[in-house]
């Protein structure tokens, strides 16, 4: 087996779980720099720009440079401006993420024609009149692209429902296939691969979502852990389909389960 020199950690239920950290989880992150292993942030959180989440972090003792994160904005800003260079864009999501798409025509598309439709994390914002308008625009040959199609999420408070169903339905109702721009998506995982600049199976994928975290990550070749301090928990019937390369209970049994490798 190929020794492992990346990590990729996801942040969400495995570093905190609604930004209360995770006991032992910023001496994870200082025991893996000490060791030398090269560290990636991984996350399909939409609500804020990636420099605002670095600081938000940070706020929490949990210290890791802004361009060591991989977010699914930034992903799906680079996106847009590939394929969509000049296009009007309706970005549906929660919460400040104009900083990651600096350079690109954002519109209001409730008033305003879009030509790309992207769906974030919107929560409040998923209205009938919304979806009813980002139908309307699919119609009329809009694009649609999802950061991620995450179906729900632990919080503070226990499950909640993601933006997943919402672009599902849009996708039934336009007859439209969306591009996924986040997890579990593999151009995803290889431009967190090219941050540290790891091969596949040189990393190792922490994550707690069964789906997007280890299902993912297995599909683009790297080896996923699961924790199951997040979404997802051992008894799981999601793990009769698929079979992590370990189970942790919590990140901070990680550098334990390294030394152990």
């Known amino acids: 087996m190929q020794t492992i020199r990346g990590v990729l950690l996801d942040i969400d239920g495995v570093l905190h779980v609604s930004m209360q950290p995770i006991a032992g989880a910023a001496e994870t992150l200082q025991a893996l720099e000490q060791w030398g292993y090269s560290l990636c942030l991984v996350t399909n959180t939409t609500t804020m720009s990636r420099a605002v989440l670095a600081r938000r972090l940070q706020d929490i003792g949990l210290s890791i440079e802004e361009k060591r994160i991989v977010t699914a904005p930034v992903a799906t800003a680079n996106y847009v401006q590939q394929h969509f260079a000049g296009k009007r864009c309706w970005v549906l999501t929660r919460g400040d993420t104009g900083a990651d798409f600096a350079g690109i025509e954002l519109v209001n598309g409730l008033q305003e024609k879009a030509d790309v439709v992207v769906i974030g994390g919107a929560e409040e914002l998923l209205t009938y009149e919304a979806m009813n308008r980002a139908f309307r625009l699919l119609m009329d040959g809009a694009a649609l692209l999802a950061m991620h199609t995450n179906m729900y999420w632990r919080t503070k408070d ?5 933006s997943g169903p919402f672009v599902r339905a849009l996708e039934i109702a336009s007859g439209k296939q969306a591009v996924v721009l986040g997890k579990p998506s593999g151009d995803f995982f290889a ?7 790891v091969y596949a199976n040189e990393a190792v994928m922490v994550g707690d979502d069964i789906e997007n975290d280890i299902k993912g990550a297995q599909r683009a070749g790297i080896r996923g852990i699961l924790v199951v301090t997040g979404k997802h928990r051992a008894d799981s019937p999601l793990l009769e389909q698929v079979k992590p390369y370990a189970i942790l209970d919590s990140v901070k049994d990680l550098p334990g389960w390294l030394k152990g490798k």
Do not use: S
């Open 158 to 162: 226990g499950l909640q429902l993601d």
């Open 191 to 197: 431009q967190a691969l090219n941050t540290i600049g």
